[in-house]
């Protein structure tokens, strides 16, 4: 006799691969559920990560995210004009053009990581949202622009869990977070740290500067070189080369497939990078001055030393991040399988 419907064998395997099945006619069309073989909980094709099809995303995705870029864009238009004006007009905040780019780049390079995104809204992300909208409406009682800039990333992180679902703001949230570097601090962190800075580049110059030879003493936040007087100013305190060598490191450690230990390594490695860099360039221009007295020229090395300490400080970062890299390398796990192909032991099927 002819079997009718599957074997007992073919019964269980489909069982075993807790898959689930296409709704049968007699059930109304409902979806049906199949066990997780790993929980032993059933799962509804409701709840299952699927990507939007190409007419959801044509029809609702992609308007829904132009008609919130647009009431973004006009909603934070004297937001971002304060935001420009500090990156055009103050140096330590000149690199704010490149943040978008560079988070835009950041995304692209995690292409290959894209998780499955839900093809209905998640409202976790009006949470944010809320927050975002509560965030600048204190900044503008209290007339803190810092606070209308920070909202931006919960806009666009409450934005992002909304339309695409909690996995792809968790999977884009490095490029999320790298927006906050072309937002000015608060004017009293800001005076704060430069103070700090300030005085422990005054000293870590002057030791650098006794090194060298040369008979220095540090007096505040002056450092005095023989009878040549050294004015630490704020503008001086190496905040910008603080500011942008964290930027960097940041998209950095966002890159690297690496554990967060040596991600946390680099973006810890800022710190006395940056101390040592700028304690470097006031070194250096107190060895100078003592070759040069021409008010021009001295003017010339003070400006182009600035210019050169980026670089270095950048180059500094990278020496390390490629030595960190190199010293501890992430182990390769191989199985039985591969190691007898990698040694040609594996006979042919």
């Known amino acids: 006799m002819t079997p009718v419907g599957p074997s007992a064998h073919a019964r269980s395997s489909q069982a075993m691969s807790g898959a689930v099945q296409a709704p049968h006619p007699a059930s109304g069309g409902k979806p049906s559920v199949a066990a997780d073989p790993r929980l032993g909980k059933p799962i509804a094709d409701d709840y299952l990560m699927q990507p939007p099809s190409r007419r959801v995303w044509l029809t609702s995705i992609l308007p829904a995210a132009a008609v919130f870029f647009i009431a973004m864009l006009y909603a934070y238009l004297p937001t971002l004009r304060w935001m420009e004006d500090s990156w055009r007009n103050e140096p330590d905040y000149s690199h704010g053009y490149l943040v978008l780019p560079l988070a835009l780049f950041l995304l692209w390079s ?15 992300g009006l949470l944010l949202i809320a927050a975002g ?31 695409l679902g909690w996995r792809m703001l968790r999977w884009s949230l490095p490029a999320v977070l790298f927006l906050f570097f072309m937002i000015p601090l608060p004017f009293q962190a800001e005076s704060l740290l430069s103070w700090k800075l ?49 930027a960097l490191a940041f998209f950095w450690a966002s890159m690297a497939s690496r554990t967060w230990l040596d991600r946390l390594i680099i973006l810890a490695a800022t710190v006395p990078l940056a101390i040592f860099v700028n304690a470097l360039r006031i070194a250096s221009i107190g060895v100078l001055y003592q070759f040069f007295s021409d008010p021009q020229i001295r003017h010339t090395i003070h400006d182009v030393s600035g210019y050169i300490m980026i670089p270095v400080a950048f180059s500094l970062l990278w020496l ?30």
């Open 198 to 246: 300030q005085g422990v580049a005054t000293h870590v110059s002057t030791a650098m500067l006794r090194v060298l030879g040369q008979p220095a003493v540090s007096e505040a936040h002056i450092v005095w070189v023989n009878d040549e007087r050294l004015m630490i100013e704020e503008a001086c305190s190496g905040l910008r080369i603080f500011i942008g060598v964290a």
């Open 320 to 349: 390390l991040k490629t030595y960190w890299e190199h010293l501890y390398r992430p182990i390769e796990q191989l199985t039985a399988k591969d190691f007898l192909s990698s040694a040609g032991l594996q006979g042919s099927s």
């Open 133 to 163: 909208i509560g965030m600048r409406w204190l900044g503008r009682l209290v007339y803190a622009d810092f606070l209308d800039g920070w909202s931006i990333l919960l806009m666009v992180a409450g934005a992002i869990w909304f339309l």
């Open 110 to 124: 995690r292409r290959d990581s894209v998780p499955p995104m839900r093809s209905v809204i998640s409202l976790g």
